[in-house]
Every structure is written in C-alpha cells, then in structure tokens.
C-alpha cells in the first residue's frame, strides 16, 4: 500500500490563491480586518454571540480561565483523559486541578466522579473525539454550585449535542487550529461565548490590557496572545468548506464502524453520527499489548496511527495523583489507537485499512 498518515490537513488551491492576493495587497500580516472576519464566520457557524482568534488551543483555555476569575489558590477539575495542555493551562493559571475520571461510553468527564466540590471554581469539560458525555449534568452541576464551566472542544468543531454546537454549552468554549483538526491554520485556538463581558475580558488580556489598541496605556498585567490576518486567510477558506469536511469525517468513522464492528479483538464506542463529527477513528482492543502490536503491524504496511493521549496521572509533571485511582481512563487509554483519519483519505483506502486489519486477527 501506500503510505497513508494516521492524519494530514487539507490544504487546497484556494487557500494558496487566497493567501497570494493577501500578500500582494500590501497588509502588515498582523492581526486585523482578516482576522475579525474569520472571527466572525466561526461565530456564525457555532451560534455563538462572539468569537476570539488566539495563538493555540492553550492559550484559548488559559485565557477563558483567567476570564471567569481562576487563578492561585482555586480549585480546577480535568479530566484524567485529555491532551496535557489542558491540565497544563490549569497550572499556568496558578490554580490546583483536580483530576476527574471519565465515563466508559463517551470517555469524557464523569460528573459522578466529583464528590459535590463546592470549591471548586471552574471545570474543564473535554469533548473527545467530538463527544458531549454528560453535557447536560455538567451545566446543571455548574449551575447549581456556581462554578464557571469552560468546554475545551479542541476536538470537536462541528460536533453538536441536541443539534446545540459543543463549545457553545459553557460559560466559554475553544477550538483548536492546529494541522490535524477538522480545520487548520497552522497553528492557533478559538474562544467562543455568548457573554460580552467575558469576550471583553478576553479581548483586553490578549491584548496587554491596553485602553485601545494601538495605545500603550494599560489597565492590567496583560499579553501579546494575538492572532494574526495571514493565518486568518487560511481560516477564512477552510470555514468555508466546514460542511464538506464535517461529512468526509462522518463518512469515514462509519466505513471503520460498520467494517470493524465484527472483529472481536476491536471495539468503537457508540457514535450519534447526526450529532458527533468524529476527529479521529478511534479503535480500543483487548489489551496495550494487542493495541501496540496491530499499530507496528499496520506501520510496516505503510499505515501510520496514533496510540491515545496517555492517563494524565501517568504523566511526569501529574504522577502524585495516585495510579489507580481512575479505574476507567487508565484502563482504556493504554489499549486505544486511533486510525488513519484524515479528510483526504479516500473511502478506497479506508476499506483497505480494514482489511489489513481483519486480515491481521484472521
């Protein structure tokens, strides 16, 4: 076979087209018109009130936790499965995180995996793989105890919970950018909320907490986290095909689901493909040992895949959480791959991924 990556970005003529008028039209390339207009095509398609274009994912998280007040001293809840920057933008704030497990069906924090923490000052809901776990509990919890919910929805623009776009459920919500979303800018996040004062409070920490822009009078220990315009119309493309990507990822989860779902030694977890737009297929086998050796296998067919975040409480910087305490997340995390996923790969190639597969336990 070919070699086929676990995942690449689409990049089109458009883009390239689009980024060449730019140049040539005599811009600073900083952040400007280009980037409230992308700004503002992401708002519209979430449903959301206001839309803010910052340097990465983390820095999306770090600056809506500093937004709804978190900082030394407070209490953060994570889930123990998530990319480490979320935890990580969590520490940045000055504030403790709280290590959650998830739920066995979506891998997404477990509400009841939190004892009633009235401490708490905010949690962090991750939708991964562009699901919504208990959403609903979550905003209710939230709502009942007073604490500030942020949805890190790094994995899952264009994934809806009751036909609601994920990332519009919480006080604030964030999209990721970089090369292996759904769509990509090089680098970069978004911060997405419906209350002005929050987006405001955003707008001026990005910024240096300047006045004005442009003014060096400042009413705040503030940051350049701004975004810039060539990025932008890179974004300003790629939100234009949103639609066509969000059926490309639906279309190739369902090829693996359909085909695999037989294989005994692989199991994928329940996907609602009229509301989750998958960002990666995402396989679980029978133990790390099964999982790490169909992933060599694969690799020497020229197929590349990508095991799963590891438990953040087996991470370095986390490990005085005690192994053993997050029964689900530790046990599935170390058996889970994730397969070639990319909006490029062919419905062809997809059933040939397949069939090496079924092959391999044959």
């Not at 969590?90 to 998830?102: F, N, S, Y």
């Not at 315009?229 to 490309?248: A, H, M």
């Not at 590349?304 to 997340?329: A, E, H, I, M, W």
Request: charged share 25%; glycine share 6%; proline share 3%.
């Amino acid at each position: 076979m070919k070699k086929i990556n676990q995942i690449e970005p689409l990049i089109t003529e458009k883009e390239v087209t689009a980024i060449s008028e730019y140049l040539n039209s005599g811009s600073w390339l900083t952040q400007f018109n280009k980037t409230k207009e992308f700004e503002q095509k992401i708002a519209d398609y979430v449903g959301a009130k206001h839309a803010t274009a910052v340097p990465s994912g983390m820095v999306a998280i770090y600056l809506s936790l500093l937004s709804v007040g978190v900082g030394k001293g407070d209490k953060v809840a994570v889930p123990n499965y998530t990319m480490i920057a979320t935890i990580n933008a969590v520490k940045w704030t000055g504030a403790e995180p709280i290590i959650c497990d998830v739920d066995s069906e979506t891998m997404c924090l477990d509400i009841d995996t939190i004892e009633s923490r009235e401490d708490l000052k905010a949690i962090i809901h991750v939708s991964i793989n562009g699901r919504s776990g208990n959403i609903n509990n979550i905003v209710n919890y939230c709502n009942k105890y007073k604490i500030a919910l942020i949805e890190d929805s790094a994995q899952a623009m264009g994934s809806k919970f009751e036909n609601k776009f994920l990332g519009t459920f919480g006080d604030l919500g964030i999209y990721s950018l970089t090369p292996h979303k759904i769509i990509t800018t090089g680098q970069g996040g978004i911060i997405v909320t419906n209350d002005t004062k929050l987006y405001e409070k955003v707008e001026s920490l990005k910024d240096f907490c300047r006045t004005q822009p442009g003014v060096d009078i400042h009413t705040d220990v503030g940051f350049n986290f701004k975004f810039t315009d060539l990025q932008s119309v890179i974004g300003i493309e790629q939100i234009k095909t949103i639609d066509f990507r969000v059926n490309c990822k639906k279309e190739l989860f369902n090829i693996f689901y359909q085909r695999l779902k037989e294989v005994d030694e692989v199991s994928m977890l329940e996907t609602d493909l009229s509301q989750v737009t998958p960002w990666a297929n995402d396989v679980i086998f029978e133990s790390k040992d099964v999982r790490n050796s169909i992933a060599d296998h694969l690799s020497t067919k020229g197929i590349g895949t990508r095991v799963f975040y590891p438990p953040l409480n087996s991470q370095l910087p986390y490990s005085y959480f005690k192994k053993g305490s997050f029964p689900v997340s530790e046990s599935i995390v170390d058996r889970g791959l994730w397969l070639p996923s990319s909006v490029t790969l062919s419905h062809n190639d997809a059933n040939s991924i397949c069939d090496e597969i079924v092959r391999y336990f044959k």
